[in-house]
């Protein structure tokens, strides 16, 4: 089992920064794929990105996020971030870290995978 805790979101101007963090506990981190979603108010919850289980491992972006969002992840500390640059009002949503076990090729639908954070609350001002 996994437990992930998400931390980072925040209130910024467009163009702005932020990076979100994701801790993890359980001794299967290593084995797992990673992954942000986001969910904006009266939207479904969508793909951001996702990482493999190896330190710099395969990525894969939604289409509005690549250029400006970089996922990463240090074993070494059972977390994942995702550094988000050039930040837009249609970024807005709580965005959420997940985990599933490891594929070799990176789901990118919600059911997929196994667990959830709390979710972390990012909201641009234009």
């Known amino acids: 089992q996994v437990q992930l805790v998400e931390s980072g979101g925040g209130l910024v101007q467009a163009g702005g920064s932020l990076r979100l963090s994701c801790a993890a506990a359980?001794?299967?981190?290593?084995?797992?794929?990673l992954a942000w979603f986001r969910q904006a108010p009266g939207k479904e919850r969508e793909f951001v990105a996702a990482?493999?289980?190896?330190?710099?491992?395969?990525?894969y972006y939604q289409d509005s996020v690549k250029g400006r969002f970089t996922i990463s992840r240090d074993n070494a500390k059972n977390s994942v971030y995702l550094q988000m640059n050039s930040l837009k009002p249609e970024d807005t949503a709580v965005y959420y870290c997940?985990?599933?076990?490891?594929?070799?090729?990176?789901?990118?639908?919600?059911?997929?995978?196994?667990?959830w954070g709390q979710g972390t609350q990012v909201t641009v001002s234009s």
């Open positions: 997940a985990s599933r076990p490891n594929t070799p090729l990176l789901r990118t639908r919600a059911r997929e995978y196994d667990y």
């Open positions: 990482i493999n289980w190896w330190s710099g491992g395969s990525t």
């Open positions: 359980g001794r299967t981190f290593r084995s797992q794929s």
